[in-house]
């Protein structure tokens, strides 16, 4: 049996290396990759386009928090009536946050309490989906 000269030793111990951290750095580029969705459905307690218009300007402001990747606001659809569909909502907005920790600052930072103590008044009923991808 041959021995490895020392060049060929270190070079084998770094290749040796590279595949034994291998799963842990695709893992942690896994979890980079990730996104957290905040899916919130408001009822209004007087549905109509005034409190309608009033509460989507209102959730246009969240965008200026710095942990809000994207956000979306929007009243349902005209798509076709099925058992499976639920569009008894009158506003509902999505967001993309990059980490669970972003979605926990968004939830105690200043303009997000802002948000909720000038237009709570404005729903009767909120629901909340959060769910994180698996890309």
């Known amino acids: 049996m041959s021995q490895l000269n020392p060049k060929s030793r270190r070079k084998f111990i770094k290749n040796a290396a590279i595949v034994a951290v291998a799963p842990t750095i695709l893992s942690m580029e896994q979890q980079k990759k990730s996104t957290i969705i905040h899916h919130v459905f408001f009822w209004l307690k007087e549905p109509g386009d005034t409190q309608r218009k009033e509460l989507i300007k209102g959730l246009q402001t969240l965008k200026a928090i710095p942990q809000v990747k994207k956000l979306l606001t929007g009243v349902p659809a005209s798509t ?5 569909v ?8 999505l967001m993309y946050f990059n980490s669970v920790e972003d979605q926990d600052a968004y939830q105690v930072h200043p303009v997000h309490k802002a948000f909720v103590d000038q237009y709570s008044h404005l729903w009767e009923k909120v629901v ?3 769910m994180v991808t698996e890309e």
């Open 80 to 84: 076709e009536k099925r058992d499976v």
């Open 86 to 93: 639920d569009n008894s909502f009158h506003v509902s907005e």
């Open 128 to 130: 909340v989906y959060d």
